[in-house]
């Protein structure tokens, strides 16, 4: 199984930046995920690491070490509508779509 | 296109009742996820179907969960009887594997069944 780990909250003033880590503990990677939740809402994906090295998209970038067990999402110029939970997910070798999540980071953007 | 359908939105019921609660994949998805969020436990896997054949029941918390993949296009979860410890919001998922490498296999979420055993 995996053990991930982010922070619980963090705090940024609207178009500032933002890096949220998550650190996991896998017997076979195979992926990570990253997806954004508002309160009482879905999660929606975000972005999709597999290889190290950063994807960018738009806004978002996310960062991944394989051999660090370390992946990184960017929120650069942030919005308020950024306010949201940010999860981290894993996926392992020989169990395609199945995701483990960490428990979610909380972003709060002040005015 | 339409997402992934989930019935009800809400449900309040007492401790000791049936609760069914229902989802419909996105067309043409091969893997169907059921998981259940709280504020303790945080997302958590229950079980999940490849080609409608459960793979995965491991999360499932106690023989009064019960899920069923008929067809490609439905699934059924139960809770029977029912506690208040079962209150939380249950979130369906579908996504699809394709060829090796072509897609990522991220899942896409119903809006989710909040439900609440009083």
């Known amino acids: 199984g995996q053990n991930i780990d982010q922070p619980t909250e963090m705090t940024a003033t609207e178009g500032a930046i933002v890096q949220i880590n998550c650190t996991y503990q896998?017997?076979?990677?195979?992926?990570l995920f990253w997806y954004q939740q508002h309160a009482g809402e879905a999660p929606t994906f975000l972005s999709y690491?597999?290889?190290?090295g950063l994807e960018e998209k738009g806004r978002f970038s996310s960062f991944l070490s394989r051999s660090k067990g370390y992946s990184y999402l960017l929120l650069k110029e942030l919005q308020m509508k950024d306010s949201a939970s940010y999860l981290c997910a894993v996926r392992e070798m020989g169990s395609w779509g199945k995701l483990q999540f960490g428990a979610g980071t909380q972003v709060v953007v002040t005015p | 296109d339409a997402g992934v359908i989930q019935s009800p939105r809400h449900e309040v019921t007492e401790m000791g009742q049936e609760v069914t609660l229902r989802c419909k994949p996105i067309s043409g998805h091969d893997y169907l996820f059921w998981y259940r969020q709280t504020m303790m436990r945080g997302l958590e896997l229950l079980i999940y179907f490849n080609n409608n054949v459960p793979i995965d029941d491991s999360g499932m918390p106690e023989d009064r969960f019960s899920a069923k993949m008929p067809n490609a296009s439905f699934s059924t979860l139960k809770i029977q009887p029912s506690e208040p410890r079962d209150s939380a919001v249950y979130f369906c998922?579908?996504?699809?594997?394709?060829?090796?490498?072509?897609?990522?296999?991220?899942?896409?979420f119903g809006e989710g069944s909040r439900l609440t055993v009083l």
């Open positions: 896998t017997s076979g990677f195979n992926g």
């Open positions: 690491n597999v290889l190290d």
């Open positions: 998922a579908s996504s699809y594997e394709g060829l090796a490498g072509a897609v990522t296999g991220e899942l896409f």
